[in-house]
Every structure is written in structure tokens, then in C-alpha cells.
């Protein structure tokens, strides 16, 4: 089996499928390891349908596994100064409004940025994306009572730095 070949032949499938999966753009690494799982699994391989096929159920399953991935999960909670105006935008406001209202949107993203990484995870994820505390306690594997101290001590640093605010 010349590997080569096997990627020549596979390569725009195998893109499309993860392109189609995560709906990533390109996401080399993920293409890569489908094709180290070709070939550390090649003598697993039952003639019974298409090798294109074999590869192209690999190239889902590395796919879905991704997506599944601490990794993504981790991405997902990180979040852009766009994302978070977007979601917490008001869209009722006049022109003069809007803009006062994106720059103390802006002050409370730096303001949450600047939080340490655990008050930070806490806050974006009980407050920007509305989960409970219970689903909170379970995405970051700790004692609800932790969430909830978190939750509490990122709230009094944010209120603090954002005093000018209110």
C-alpha cells in the first residue's frame, strides 16, 4: 500500500468530509490523522465495500471525534470581542445609543478578559451562554459550591472594575 497514492487519490474527500463535519475551512491536522489511521489500521481492512469508503468512514469518525475533543469544547468557551457583542447586543437603541452601548459593552469584555482564567470560564459560561449552575458544575468537572463561589468573587471583581459604569 503506498500511502502516497492513498492521499492523492482521497485527499479532496477526505477534505470535504471534515469540511463538512466541523465546518472548519481547512483543518490540516484532522486530515493528517485520518490518514495515520489509514495506515496503522490497513491491515484491519475487510474487503467487503470500497477502500474509499474504508477511508471516507475514518475521515467521520476522526471528524466526530473532534468535535467531541476537550480541545473543542476548550475552544468553544474562549470567546471574541465580536461573539460576545453580537450575543449581548440590544438592537433597540438609536445610532448615538448603539455606540455608547458597544463601548461599555467593550469595557465589560476587557473587564472580563482581564479576569483570572477560572472566574472568567465561570462568568462566560453562567452569564453570556445562560447555563445553570448545575451544567456549569458538570462542563468544568467541580463542586457546584465551587461554581458558585466563582461566579460570586468573578462578579465582585467585575464590579468593581466596572464601578465607573454604573
Known amino acids: 500500500m503506498d500511502l502516497r497514492e492513498i492521499i492523492k487519490h482521497n485527499k479532496q474527500n477526505v477534505k470535504n468530509i471534515i469540511r463538512l463535519i466541523t465546518k472548519e475551512e481547512e483543518n490540516e491536522d484532522l486530515e493528517q490523522e485520518v490518514y495515520v489511521k489509514v495506515w496503522k489500521?490497513?491491515?484491519?481492512?475487510?474487503?467487503?465495500?470500497?477502500?474509499?469508503?474504508?477511508?471516507?468512514?475514518?475521515?467521520?469518525?476522526?471528524?466526530?471525534?473532534?468535535?467531541?475533543?476537550?480541545?473543542?469544547?476548550?475552544?468553544?468557551?474562549?470567546?471574541?470581542?465580536?461573539?460576545?457583542?453580537?450575543?449581548?447586543?440590544?438592537?433597540?437603541?438609536?445610532?448615538?445609543?448603539?455606540?455608547?452601548?458597544?463601548?461599555?459593552?467593550?469595557?465589560i469584555i476587557k473587564a472580563i478578559n482581564e479576569l483570572r482564567p477560572k472566574f472568567k470560564e465561570v462568568i462566560l459560561l453562567c452569564e453570556i451562554e445562560g447555563l445553570s449552575y448545575e451544567e456549569c458544575s458538570k462542563k468544568l468537572k467541580c463542586p457546584l459550591g465551587t461554581v458558585k463561589s466563582r461566579l460570586y468573587n468573578a462578579k465582585k471583581e467585575l464590579a468593581e472594575k466596572l464601578k465607573d459604569l454604573m
Open 41 to 107: 489500521n490497513a491491515d484491519k481492512y475487510k474487503e467487503q465495500g470500497s477502500f474509499s469508503s474504508w477511508i471516507t468512514t475514518v475521515a467521520k469518525n476522526v471528524s466526530k471525534d473532534y468535535l467531541k475533543s476537550a480541545y473543542r469544547k476548550k475552544q468553544a468557551i474562549t470567546t471574541s470581542d465580536e461573539n460576545v457583542l453580537v450575543i449581548i447586543q440590544d438592537k433597540k437603541f438609536s445610532p448615538e445609543k448603539k455606540l455608547i452601548q458597544t463601548e461599555r459593552q467593550k469595557q
